[in-house]
């Protein structure tokens, strides 16, 4: 099952990314380029590191200069992971390419690599949910809520996990076939967004 693959992956990412805790820590990927693995871990650490970048950019004491810069840099890191969710895409496109599908077949509303997308950010919030769950400084209260919060995202992690493993049975079985969209970002294009395209006149 793919989802057995994938998800030790993301954590194995995200526990070598908290070994340094640093947004600007270079991504050392342990798995060779020809491999799906490298494109698991090097998805899922984009993700670790915008997750961190996210929480940065929320304090209340930013400085309204860095806040900008850090603004641009999510912004270039949400087109990174895009582009990585489309190159998981073409990995399951080629996998597939021989299958015969049936006159029947019907497609998905969302293609396997951004069902794994899911699958990473999903990763993630277990991750800092059980660190909230393992604090000694924080209420029982605070500790039972997010004990609660916690199992909910575990059920989601078997049920997302049984979704995108039924998904790509269904594709090998000509069940299902697949069919991807470029992702078309326009606010980063300066032909599309009205706001860059007017500033080269």
């Not at 049936?102 to 509303?109: G, H, I, L, R, Y």
């Not at 393992?134 to 995202?153: F, G, M, W």
């Amino acid at each position: 099952m793919f989802s057995k693959i994938a998800f030790p992956i993301f954590e194995q990412s995200i526990n070598d990314y908290h070994k340094f805790d640093n947004v600007d820590q270079p991504v050392n990927n342990p798995y060779s380029k020809d491999q799906i693995e490298h494109l698991l871990y090097a998805k899922n650490w984009i993700d670790t590191v915008q997750w961190h970048l996210e929480d940065i950019i929320r304090d209340p004491q930013i400085d309204p200069v860095a806040a900008l810069a850090l603004k641009r840099r999510i912004d270039a890191s949400n087109q990174e992971r895009t582009d990585m969710v489309e190159y998981i895409d073409s990995y399951f496109l080629n996998k597939y390419q021989d299958v015969t599908v049936k006159d029947n077949a019907k497609t998905n509303s969302e293609s396997p690599a951004w069902a794994i997308d899911r699958l990473s950010i999903l990763a993630l919030k277990i991750y800092h949910m059980q660190e909230e769950v393992n604090r000694t400084d924080a209420s029982p209260e605070h500790i039972a809520k997010c004990q609660e919060k916690l199992n909910v995202l575990l059920e989601q992690k078997t049920d997302l996990s049984t979704a995108i493993d039924e998904l790509l049975a269904d594709i090998e079985s000509g069940d299902k076939f697949m069919k991807v969209y470029k992702q078309m970002k326009m606010y980063n294009d300066e032909e599309l967004n009205p706001v860059l395209y007017q500033n080269k006149k």
